[in-house]
């Protein structure tokens, strides 16, 4: 069975770099889409991007110019970067495997999410 | 960028009833990239529904999901007590994804 599980900071101060790590466990990474979303608390969740096991990525236009998403084959982890974060960008943070591996699959399985709040 | 409306907002019944949520989507969806997702407090989100009507493995037969174009619609034929939470659309045919507000499933 595999699982995915989010780690990184919990408290990350206002125009510093939010960083997260994903790793999947009980699985392959290999051939799979990779995604970080996130969802503010009480709201709504909001794709943030996608990276290839190969390491090509799409990002969201809204986030684009201060994202960054990674990924390590070896260790089967990928990784968020935020940059220049606000109190706005405060959210559990999720990560989560395309159910298949099409680009155009939606998420299963998703990590427990990571609350990441940002306060100085 | 496909806005995806859901409705209600808030959706009032009791165990054993029958449940319809919508999702309405500002595009055609040519080839129904549209899934379902239920999400409990305190919990991530689960994929229900794909294809908008395909069951993700290990879904119960009282969730299905229908649809075409821009209206989809998640029906849960007998309300069990698990099943009040909040459901989510999302779109997955291309950049960017994006999500619904959510409806909320509540107990009468």
């Known amino acids: 069975q595999v699982q995915l599980q989010e780690s990184g900071p919990g408290l990350v101060k206002p125009s510093e770099t939010l960083s997260l790590t994903c790793t999947v466990s009980g699985g392959s990474i290999s051939g799979y889409y990779l995604n970080w979303i996130r969802q503010p608390p009480g709201k709504g969740l909001e794709w943030i991007g996608y990276?290839?096991?190969?390491?090509?990525?799409n990002y969201h236009p809204s986030l684009k110019s201060r994202v960054t998403i990674s990924v390590d084959t070896s260790k089967t982890q990928f990784s968020l970067k935020l940059s220049s974060v606000t109190a706005a960008d405060t959210a559990v943070y999720y990560c989560a495997r395309g159910y298949s591996s099409s680009w155009s699959a939606p998420f299963d399985p998703w990590g427990q999410g990571a609350l990441v709040t940002v306060s100085s | 960028e496909i806005v995806l409306t859901q409705s209600p907002g808030t959706l009032s019944l009791s165990p054993g009833e029958r449940a319809t949520l919508s999702c309405r989507t500002s595009q055609s969806l040519s080839s129904s990239y549209l899934a379902w997702y239920q999400q409990k407090p305190g919990q991530a989100p689960r994929l229900l529904i794909y294809?908008?009507?395909s069951r993700a493995t290990g879904i119960p037969d009282r969730f299905s999901g229908s649809g075409s174009g821009t209206d989809f619609t998640l029906t849960i034929s007998r309300l069990e007590p698990e099943d009040f939470a909040v459901y989510y659309c999302q779109y997955y045919g291309g950049s960017p994804y994006t999500f619904g507000r959510g409806t909320k499933l509540e107990i009468k």
């Open positions: 294809g908008a009507s």
């Open positions: 990276i290839y096991y190969t390491g090509s990525t």
